[in-house]
C-alpha cells in the first residue's frame, strides 16, 4: 500500500522564520511528488518534483526530492502571515495512476 | 486558468437521502477525481475516471458511486447519506495519463444529520 508521511503535523512560527516542512513516501513505480497549498479553500499546486537534487524554486518557497531516500523537503524563507496554510505532499504511482496524499502540515505564521 | 467548479459550497442532507454532488470543469481533461477531506486523515480517493463512462474505485468507494455521462461532468452520488458521510468532498481534474498536477475545486462541506 502506498504511503506518505509529513512532519511535522503542525508547527508554529514568526514571521521572519525560515521553515523546513518534510514529506517522506513508499510507492510503487514512483513517477512525481507534488506539493499543494490549501487555505480555506482548494488545494492550490506549487510544485511537481520528478528528479533527485533539482531544487525547484518560486519566490521564497522551494523544494528538493531526494529519491533514494524516499524523502522531499518544502523550504519557506522569509515567512509571511500569508504562508498561514496546510501545506500537502502528494505522490503519482505509475502502478495505480493514482496521487496518494500525506495528512497534511498545518503552518501557522504570527505576526 | 483552469476552472472547476462544484455545484454546491455546503449542504445539508438527513439521514438516508440520496445526494448528488456535481462537479465541472471548462479545460477539456481527461481525468476526474472524487476526494473527501477530513481532519488528522487527509485527502482520501474515493473514485476517479479516465474517460467518458469508465469509472475506477479509489480507496474509499464505499457507500459512493459516480456517473461521468459527459467529459466536463463527473457527479458522486450517495445512495444513502449517513452521517459518517459528512467531510469536506473535493473534486479535481487532469489533463491526460503522464500529467499528475491535479486542479481542484473549492469543495462541498456536506453535513448528515
Known amino acids: 500500500e502506498d504511503k506518505v508521511v509529513q512532519s511535522p503535523l503542525s508547527l508554529v512560527v514568526h514571521e521572519g522564520d525560515t521553515v523546513t516542512l518534510n514529506c517522506s513516501y513508499e510507492?510503487?513505480?514512483?513517477?512525481?511528488l507534488l506539493w499543494y497549498k490549501q487555505e480555506k479553500k482548494a488545494p492550490t499546486f506549487l510544485f511537481m518534483l520528478?528528479?533527485?537534487?533539482i531544487e525547484k524554486k518560486s519566490g521564497r518557497l522551494s523544494s528538493i526530492l531526494d529519491k533514494k531516500e524516499l524523502f522531499s523537503i518544502l523550504n519557506i524563507t522569509a515567512t509571511q502571515t500569508g504562508d498561514s496554510a496546510v501545506y500537502l505532499c502528494?505522490?503519482?504511482?505509475?502502478?495505480?495512476?493514482?496521487?496518494?496524499f500525506g495528512k497534511g502540515i498545518t503552518l501557522s505564521v504570527r505576526p | 486558468d483552469v476552472k472547476v467548479t462544484q455545484s454546491s459550497r455546503y449542504l445539508v442532507k438527513r439521514t438516508g437521502e440520496k445526494v448528488f454532488l456535481e462537479c465541472v470543469q471548462d479545460?477539456?481533461?481527461?481525468?476526474m477525481f472524487w476526494y473527501r477531506q477530513d481532519p488528522g486523515l487527509g485527502l482520501r480517493l474515493i473514485y476517479f475516471?479516465?474517460?467518458?463512462?469508465?469509472?475506477e474505485k479509489g480507496d474509499i468507494p464505499e457507500g459512493y458511486s459516480v456517473s461521468r455521462e459527459k467529459k466536463e461532468r463527473f457527479s458522486l452520488i450517495l445512495e444513502s447519506a449517513s452521517t459518517n458521510q459528512t467531510s469536506m468532498y473535493l473534486c479535481?481534474?487532469?489533463?491526460?495519463?503522464?500529467?499528475?498536477?491535479?486542479?481542484f475545486g473549492p469543495g462541498t462541506r456536506l453535513t448528515v444529520t
Open positions: 510507492v510503487t513505480n514512483f513517477r512525481s
Open positions: 520528478t528528479s533527485s537534487g
Open positions: 479535481a481534474s487532469s489533463p491526460g495519463t503522464q500529467t499528475y498536477e491535479q486542479y
Open positions: 502528494a505522490v503519482f504511482s505509475g502502478a495505480n495512476s493514482k496521487l496518494t
Open positions: 475516471s479516465y474517460d467518458v463512462k469508465m469509472k
Open positions: 479545460m477539456d481533461h481527461e481525468n
